[in-house]
């Protein structure tokens, strides 16, 4: 029993250093394409805030996932994790015209990333409950990034930053209201008015974008989420309902 318990052990630590080792590649990744992005990341203050977020990333990865190799369609999630704390870091630093540019362009990446790891899971016959959350997970902090940028750099208001936070406002009211934690039906819907609101503002963030024109683009993406998160609470309410019968 003893050698068994410490063959187990053994076995767990070794998983636990094949993902140390992945997530480590990750952090040497940010270090090349930071220093290959001086426009997006220019000061110290900026590297401490990429590298900071992906140390909370990183740690969050070695907490919840089962150990051992990512798989490949983690590690696209993981590129675009990296490219996320990019984005996360420009957004807090003043950026030239080039710099900003660059900025769009990382984070329209991250956005076509978010294609590419479900259909290498779904290929290589990977797909997990952890990889569907950590995707998840990413997309909700994109939107929410943009949604800063789209305040702090265009003329709409701090409302649109109800924009990022209408599914942590989502979250948070199905503590209070448990059937809000059921699960969803798969909706072609859903994912393309995840894909328009970051279209949106990533497009009301171009510089040619005219004043008028940025607000009414986020506001677009406000108006078709609201609806979207509308028609899914109506559906699980009217299944907690019928459950109740």
Not at 20 to 47: I, K, M
């Amino acid at each position: 029993m003893t050698i068994y318990r410490k063959a187990q052990r053994t076995s767990q630590q070794t998983a636990a250093l094949l993902t140390l080792s992945e997530v480590s590649l990750g952090a040497l990744l940010l270090v090349v394409l930071g220093a290959s992005l001086p426009h997006l990341v220019s000061s110290l203050f900026a590297w401490g805030i990429a590298m900071g977020l992906y140390l909370l990333i990183a740690g969050l990865v070695m907490a919840f996932w089962s150990g051992g190799p990512l798989g490949w369609a983690n590690r696209v999630t993981l590129m675009r994790a990296v490219l996320i704390t990019i984005v996360t870091a420009a957004v807090w630093t003043p950026l030239s015209p080039l710099g900003h540019w660059q900025w769009l362009g990382v984070a329209l990446i991250a956005l076509l990333l978010d294609g590419v790891d479900g259909w290498v899971a779904r290929r290589t016959g990977s797909q997990t409950a952890f990889g569907a959350r950590f995707d998840m997970e990413l997309d909700a902090l994109l939107i929410l990034l943009l949604c800063i940028g789209v305040m702090l750099k265009t003329p709409a208001g701090a409302w649109v930053l109800l924009i990022g936070c209408m599914r942590y406002g989502f979250v948070a009211a199905g503590w209070r209201f448990p059937w809000l934690q059921d699960a969803l039906y798969d909706s072609l819907r859903r994912k393309a008015v995840c894909v328009w609101q970051i279209a949106a503002l990533l497009l009301a963030l171009v510089p040619w974008a005219s004043a008028p024109v940025a607000p009414l683009l986020a506001l677009s993406a406000l108006v078709a989420l609201t609806c979207s998160f509308g028609v899914d609470t109506l559906w699980l309410y009217r299944q907690h309902a019928l459950k109740r019968r």
